[in-house]
């Protein structure tokens, strides 16, 4: 049983969710069968014990367990662990909808007008409609609840009370109309940076009508916090020459962001990130500070955390930002302050990294090796990145024996490299290639005049300039200019 997924999935649910299932499962109403609740209590007591885990659990002992009396038959536990899965899947989605706005008035309203239930249907849908106009997020949710509401207040109404008042089905209409408006350019945000950054292609359909009508009517939705956003979003992706977009994003992060859900801040915060990343990788510095003023207050207010946790990948962003910026004594807090709010099994590796990449920028370079000796080869990226700041420390100590003893090790780690691409080999062994001259001129720079100097290192800066895929371009060519 080491193998089930079924047994997998219940680990890996938090203590108290584990409780809840085990609930869930032996409520009558959710499960009769008790040999599935027995094997549920086999799994948990596993689970619970000291060093326990499915892979202890025997199919025999397991089996024997549930069936004292009868010979071990495969099929049959297969069976049950079946039934329980299946009770799994149900308490996933019960969970779910439990966490869920407006669900469940919307279904007992919905079955009310099934069973002809109409004071159930009219008490109920009075009582969802001053919630309604009491929650503060007018996003697509919201629109496609009301809509629901109101087409079973308007055909309700329509069909046994009063045909002569249009309003509800107008409301229904128009929620609906706004629901569609929502989800339309909220997707369309996702796929249009998808196809900027995948080389994708996606049919947008509707899309350029709807945008022709926002513009024609955008007094009726410009207080429409969800669809201004993400018409914004949008445009700042198709428009990136055009800072407003980017300013109105702005605008909307400084002036509070209450009327949007959870989800909305997330992609305010993200697109507004990335839009000044794509503008910084176009050569507009200025945006340097912008996104690291978005970086500050992404850590302020939690919305660059995900459920606390702080991808190792932002963290590096952020440090190779404040460094860009000399803000180091910025950074340097920020690498110890946020060092807890790794990932367990990341943390070591990213803080030593990144202590290192500062050291590197303050010049610090004694230091940059003792703290990258701390930092191991988990993956290829980690590898990749370690040595490639170990190679710049060598070379700003003019340490050539190290340096190239060093490119050497990493020409042959890159040839034998089975996890690297074809094109990513190309890449760096291009860059080692480079790097290699560029070390041996700089060693030997006392043997050549000045003039002869600059002529060789711009010959291998054209040289570098001109070669296709090559890693670390960057660095090679200020090295050449320095």
């Not at 350029?208 to 513009?215: A, C, I, M, Q, R």
């Not at 109105?248 to 993200?270: C, F, H, P, R, W």
């Not at 500050?296 to 962003?317: A, F, H, P, R, V």
């Not at 370690?386 to 340096?403: G, I, K, N, V």
């Amino acid at each position: 049983m080491q193998e089930s997924r079924l047994v997998r999935h219940i680990e890996e649910l938090s203590p108290k969710d584990r409780e809840r299932f085990r609930l869930f499962v032996l409520s009558p109403f959710f499960n009769q069968h008790q040999p599935t609740s027995e094997l549920l209590e086999v799994i948990l007591e596993c689970i619970h014990s000291a060093n326990g885990n499915g892979s202890r659990l025997d199919k025999h002992k397991v089996y024997k367990r549930i069936f004292p009396k009868d010979p071990f038959d495969e099929q049959q536990l297969y069976n049950v662990m079946s039934y329980l899965k299946k009770l799994y899947h149900r308490f996933l989605s019960y969970q779910f909808f439990e966490n869920q706005d407006f669900q469940e008035d919307l279904l007992t309203l919905e079955a009310a007008y099934e069973n002809n239930q109409f004071d159930l249907l009219k008490n109920r849908g009075k009582q969802m409609e001053k919630t309604m106009t009491r929650h503060p997020h007018h996003n697509s949710d919201y629109y496609l609840a009301n809509y629901r509401l109101n087409y079973l207040l308007a055909y309700y109404g329509g069909q046994y009370e009063d045909r002569s008042k249009p309003e509800l089905f107008q409301r229904m209409f128009d929620h609906l109309d706004r629901f569609y408006i929502a989800e339309k350019l909220k997707n369309c945000c996702h796929l249009t940076a998808n196809m900027m950054v995948m080389n994708t292609h996606y049919d947008f359909g509707f899309l350029e009508p709807l945008l022709d009508y926002l513009k024609q009517n955008w007094q009726a939705f410009e207080s429409d916090a969800t669809i201004v956003l993400y018409y914004t979003i949008l445009m700042s992706l198709r428009e990136e020459n055009n800072p407003a977009h980017y300013t109105i994003l702005k605008e909307i992060l400084a002036s509070g962001m209450n009327t949007l859900s959870v989800k909305e801040q997330g992609d305010l915060y993200a697109f507004a990130n990335n839009y000044c990343i794509r503008r910084i990788n176009l050569g507009d510095s200025t945006y340097q500070w912008e996104l690291f003023h978005l970086y500050k207050q992404g850590l302020k207010t939690g919305l660059i955390l995900d459920n606390g946790i702080l991808s190792e990948w932002n963290y590096k962003n952020i440090t190779s930002l404040g460094c860009s910026i000399k803000e180091f004594e910025w950074t340097e807090n920020f690498i110890q302050e946020y060092k807890d709010k790794l990932p367990a099994h990341r943390r070591e590796n990213a803080y030593n990294y990144n202590l290192a990449h500062l050291y590197y920028n303050k010049k610090m370079f004694s230091d940059v090796l003792s703290a990258l000796l701390h930092v191991q080869f988990t993956d290829v990226k980690y590898h990749l990145n370690t040595t490639f700041l170990q190679l710049r420390t060598y070379y700003a100590m003019r340490d050539t024996e190290a340096l190239l003893s060093l490119i050497e090790t990493f020409r042959i780690y890159v040839i034998r490299n089975r996890k690297m691409t074809t094109n990513e080999k190309r890449g760096y062994s291009n860059f080692l290639r480079f790097a290699k001259k560029l070390a041996l001129l700089k060693h030997n720079s006392s043997t050549f005049s000045k003039k002869s100097l600059k002529e060789k290192l711009d010959a291998l800066s054209h040289k570098i300039e001109t070669t296709e895929n090559v890693i670390n371009r960057y660095w090679l060519l200020e090295e050449c200019g320095a």
